[in-house]
């Protein structure tokens, strides 16, 4: 065989092989439609961030059950929803309750069918800042590890019900940087968002053969309501992004990782504070 001959085959095969390989990194637009057809439970979704999220899986294309306690809250923000073209529904629930989140659930397998995605964004502390943590009363400090610890894992116990029979689901875990370094007057705040990462890095690998991915965001200083210009640069002094976080920040993030752009990602915690956690700036 002659030189030329042998590399018309070789680049004709080297051309062939490059097509092939490259075919699935094309680069797509992302679409608004990436969440159609299917069916999102939010907890704590009449909450500033929680709010955030359920608008966005709703102009995805999602059917987003807001749940909550307060009925009112609910149904405020599905009215929203709804009333901006794209479909919601109230769940009222008490996700410190078994039974409540059990009704809850199967209250959106009779109405829907199905459980794709869940997000856990339900917490909060209840401390009486006035006192520390010795003079703290058990209930209080129980109240808070309930909330934030409890309520994640049986949620998501009982999505995992019903997305295990699937094969398919995905979770998303809300976690704070409270967890990450600690902060005082918050001790079990912090313990409880600290156990929340380590149970989706085991909750990832127990079930991520039966098809369902689980990932913790993990949101630093978030604007709730609103800020008035000194505060704003008082917190931008502290991030490293010369900003402060917005809601829109979180959903952005819950969005992706909901989406098939993340299908290889499981088990992960993603940080979203500006660069906070890294540590403060010297201002």
């Known amino acids: 065989?002659?030189?030329?001959?042998?590399?018309?085959?070789?680049?004709?095969?080297?051309?062939?092989?490059?097509?092939?390989?490259?075919?699935?990194?094309?680069?797509?637009?992302?679409?608004?439609?990436?969440?159609?057809?299917?069916?999102?439970?939010?907890?704590?979704?009449?909450g500033v961030i929680g709010r955030a999220i359920c608008y966005r899986l709703a102009a995805e294309g999602a059917l987003?059950?807001?749940?909550?306690?307060?009925?009112?809250?609910?149904?405020?923000?599905?009215?929203?929803?709804?009333?901006?073209?794209?479909?919601?529904?109230?769940?009222v629930s008490n996700i410190l309750e078994e039974d409540s989140v059990g009704s809850a659930f199967r209250q959106v397998i009779n109405l829907s069918s199905k459980i794709d995605l869940l997000v856990c964004c339900a917490g909060g502390g209840a401390r009486e800042k006035s006192r520390g943590f010795i003079e703290q009363d058990m209930d209080v400090i129980d109240s808070v590890l309930n909330l934030n610890l409890r309520g994640g894992i049986l949620c998501t116990k009982e999505a995992c019900k019903y997305m295990v029979s699937r094969e398919r689901g995905k979770i998303i875990i809300i976690s704070s940087t409270v967890g990450l370094q600690g902060m005082p007057a918050y001790s079990e705040y912090a313990a409880a968002k600290a156990g929340l990462m380590a149970f989706v890095k085991s909750i990832a690998m127990e079930l991520g053969e039966k098809g369902i991915r689980i990932n913790c965001v993990t949101p630093g200083i978030v604007q709730r309501g609103t800020i008035d210009e000194r505060q704003m640069e008082q917190i931008k002094k502290t991030n490293w992004v010369n900003d402060y976080g917005k809601p829109e920040d979180i959903s952005n993030m819950v969005a992706f990782l909901n989406s098939d752009e993340a299908m290889f990602i499981t088990g992960q915690n993603f940080?979203?504070?500006?660069?906070?956690?890294?540590?403060l700036k010297n201002n």
Do not use: W
């Open 1 to 46: 065989m002659g030189i030329k001959s042998l590399l018309r085959r070789l680049k004709r095969h080297f051309v062939i092989r490059v097509k092939e390989v490259s075919l699935p990194y094309e680069i797509k637009l992302i679409k608004e439609d990436r969440f159609r057809g299917q069916v999102a439970i939010v907890t704590g979704g009449s």
């Open 64 to 91: 987003v059950y807001v749940c909550g306690t307060n009925h009112e809250r609910v149904s405020s923000v599905v009215n929203e929803i709804n009333e901006a073209g794209f479909q919601a529904r109230p769940l």
């Open 271 to 279: 940080v979203v504070d500006g660069g906070r956690s890294l540590g």
